[in-house]
């Protein structure tokens, strides 16, 4: 089965620092894609930033970007200049499922301390 | 927020009775997804449809049916409600293209008494 596993469930940064929340996950398709979204505390699920899985470069949106090591199946986040907005829950998705729904992670929750 | 609502955004019900979660999208796209998100566990599909009157079962199917008449709107209805549906249910539209990525409704925060 695919599996999305996410071994942080809490984290916490401080203001204007740098935090990396990490993602494993198991597949044998060699191409697909990545996602993390952050779930803030109004519930809505916005889309932070993706990978190609066949792309090489790591994916950078802003002040996030991703650390993509493809043996290792590992996909992790990186937020740097912390700020007090990005406190949230953050997930980690990949579309294995047989119906191209998406598999979650079971998230990290993020603090942010002034 | 790809142009997608859902209603109604609060619920409390008793166990027993029939509810119908709504989801409306105004973009026109063919793949749309029921999720529910409990603590622990992340979102987990329940539904999802790949066209009008075309649905197939999710992970956690169970107790939950699902209709799609129109392409803008997908219908979830829990027949008989239990506590252990209790949850936030996610609508969830699939984009055609490079990427395949969805995006989210806001959500429906579902209580069963």
């Known amino acids: 089965a695919q599996t999305v596993t996410q071994s942080q469930p809490e984290m916490s940064v401080q203001e204007a620092e740098t935090v990396t929340l990490s993602c494993t996950y198991d597949?044998?398709?060699?191409?697909?894609?990545l996602f993390w979204y952050k779930q803030p505390p109004s519930r809505q699920m916005i889309l932070v930033i993706r990978?190609?899985?066949?792309?090489?470069q790591n994916a950078t949106e802003n002040r996030f970007s991703v650390n993509f090591q493809k043996a290792a199946k590992s996909f992790s986040l990186k937020i740097s200049d912390s700020q007090l907005g990005d406190a949230a829950m953050y997930f980690c998705?990949?579309?294995?499922?047989?119906?191209?729904?998406?598999?979650f992670g079971k998230g990290t929750k993020l603090s942010v301390k002034p | 927020d790809a142009g997608i609502t859902q209603s109604p955004r609060h619920k409390v019900t008793e166990t027993g009775t029939p509810v119908t979660l709504r989801c409306h999208q105004t973009?026109?796209?063919?793949?749309m997804y029921w999720y529910r998100q409990d603590p622990g566990h992340g979102l987990r599909l329940i539904h999802y449809?790949?066209?009008?009157?075309?649905?197939d079962k999710g992970e956690v199917s169970d107790g939950y049916s699902v209709s799609r008449s129109k392409t803008e709107d997908f219908l979830l209805t829990l027949e008989s409600a239990t506590s252990s549906q209790t949850s936030v249910y996610f609508c969830?539209?699939?984009?055609?293209?490079?990427?395949?990525?969805?995006?989210f409704g806001p959500g429906t925060r579902l209580t069963v008494l």
């Open positions: 597949t044998s398709e060699s191409d697909y894609y």
């Open positions: 973009e026109n796209h063919r793949y």
């Open positions: 990978q190609e899985a066949y792309k090489q």
């Open positions: 969830a539209i699939r984009v055609s293209g490079a990427y395949n990525e969805q995006f």
């Open positions: 998705a990949y579309p294995g499922g047989s119906q191209g729904n998406l598999i």
């Open positions: 449809s790949y066209g009008v009157k075309d649905t």
